[in-house]
Nanobody, 128 residues
Framework: QLQLVESGGGLVQPGGSLRLSCAAS????????IGWFRQAPGKEREGVSC????????RYADPVKGRFAISRVNANNTVYLQMNSLKPEDTAIYYC?????????????????????WGQGTQVTVSS
């Protein structure tokens, strides 16, 4: 059974950093596109970043470009999201999600609705 487990969230001051992890099990991880999404209170879930199966290609939403970095270690079935220069508006529950590469999701810009499996989320709070 496919499972995604996020970790690494917490409370951080503005300007600080966090690294989120998404540990996967139950499927051939190297063949799946992985995305990070976030949902703030009262807002829709939005895309943050996604990464191709090899890790050589990445995408970022405009609000996080230059501050966040996504990476993956297929040997460890893990995807990371390094978040630097955090702002209060980054406060949200962060989710990782997976979809089979054959669906072509990465080539279409990683739309949220094409991700089929989701983790339970990890809370990130940026506040002084």
């Amino acid at each position: 059974q496919l499972q995604l487990v996020e970790s690494g969230g917490g409370l951080v001051q503005p300007g600080g950093s966090l690294r989120l992890s998404c540990a996967a099990s139950g499927f051939n991880f190297r063949y799946w596109t992985i995305g990070w999404f976030r949902q703030a209170p009262g807002k829709e879930r939005e895309g943050v970043s996604c990464i191709s199966t090899t890790g050589f290609s990445t995408r970022y939403a405009d609000p996080v470009k230059g501050r966040f970095a996504i990476s993956r270690v297929n040997a460890n079935n893990t995807v990371y999201l390094q978040m630097n220069s955090l702002k209060p508006e980054d406060t949200a529950i962060y989710y990782c999600a997976a979809t089979d590469y054959s669906a072509g999701t990465y080539s279409r810009g990683c739309p949220r609705d094409e991700f089929v499996d989701w983790g339970q989320g990890t809370q990130v709070t940026v506040s002084s």
